[in-house]
């Protein structure tokens, strides 16, 4: 069984910065794809980033492009969201998520690509 953690989520300015974190315990995450979505009030769970299981490769939501970037330590079984430019339109609770089918070439972009979840992190953006 994966369990997942996210942290680093708060409150921010809009413009500002927020680094989230993700760390993975159970199974061989190294193996895994990781993904980050959010979802805010009234709205449907959004797919924000994934990446591959060594790192090599990663695909964003175009509005999130140049803005977010997504990246794994796997020494520390951990991924990590990086957000800069932050808008109000970002405020959300972000999750992450793990898709255990291991080392492939797709990366997926639906909910119900991934096995695993974690609790959510709120991220609020001031304007």
């Known amino acids: 069984q994966v369990q997942l953690v996210e942290s680093g989520g708060g409150l921010v300015q809009a413009g500002g910065s927020l680094r989230l974190s993700c760390a993975a315990s159970g199974g061989i995450f190294s193996d895994y794809a990781m993904g980050w979505f959010r979802q805010a009030p009234g709205k449907e769970r959004e797919f924000v980033a994934v990446i591959n299981w060594s790192g090599s490769a990663s695909v964003y939501t175009d509005s999130m492009k140049g803005r977010f970037t997504i990246s794994r330590d796997n020494a520390k079984n951990t991924v990590y969201l990086q957000m800069n430019s932050l808008k109000p339109e970002d405020t959300a609770v972000y999750f992450c998520?793990?898709?255990?089918?291991?080392?492939?070439?797709?990366?997926?972009?639906?909910?119900?690509?991934?096995?695993?979840w974690g609790q959510g992190t709120q991220v609020t953006v001031s304007s």
């Open positions: 998520a793990a898709d255990q089918t291991g080392r492939r070439l797709f990366l997926p972009r639906a909910p119900d690509g991934y096995d695993y």
